[in-house]
């Protein structure tokens, strides 16, 4: 059972009751934005790539924290999530072996994707010619 979804309406729920209890407190409340916190804590605006949203980064940042440096490359970044095959291989033929299972900051990058698809951006038109070239529509 997936609790991702679950957990993003308890944050929504909790943002709508916090963002109630700072306008009661009137001209002395903080404003609420959470863009402008991801901005203090990592130094940059994650959102502003393609694909990414602020509960997606929010995400990243918990799962990795502000310092990306113990990640060599994205190869070994992109394993790490989850996201590439588990090809295990022996004397030519695919052999079974445990699931590879895939962490909730990779799980946050994968709908991202699909956010490609109306992108006009370089990465979206990427996304679409790997769409085109497997010869089945990216959309449902």
């Not at 407190?25 to 130094?43: K, Y």
């Not at 694909?51 to 990795?64: D, N, R, V, Y």
């Not at 970044?77 to 052999?95: A, C, D, K, P, Y």
Request: proline share 7%; with cysteine; aromatic share 6%.
């Amino acid at each position: 059972m997936d609790s991702e979804p679950f957990a993003h309406t308890q944050i929504r729920q909790c943002d709508a009751q916090l963002k109630a209890y700072l306008r009661k407190q009137g001209a002395h409340a903080p404003p609420l934005d959470r863009t402008e916190e991801l901005v203090r804590i990592c130094g940059g605006d994650l959102t502003s790539m393609d694909g990414i949203h602020i509960i997606g980064a929010m995400t990243m940042l918990s799962e990795l924290g502000p310092d990306l440096r113990q990640l060599q490359d994205e190869d070994h970044f992109t394993s790490w999530l989850g996201l590439t095959g588990n090809e295990n291989i022996s004397g030519g033929r695919r052999v079974k072996g445990p699931k590879r299972k895939v962490k909730p900051c990779g799980r946050c990058l994968t709908p991202g994707g699909d956010r490609l698809l109306n992108s006009q951006s370089y990465l979206g038109a990427r996304y679409r010619s790997y769409a085109g070239m497997r010869r089945s529509p990216p959309w449902p």
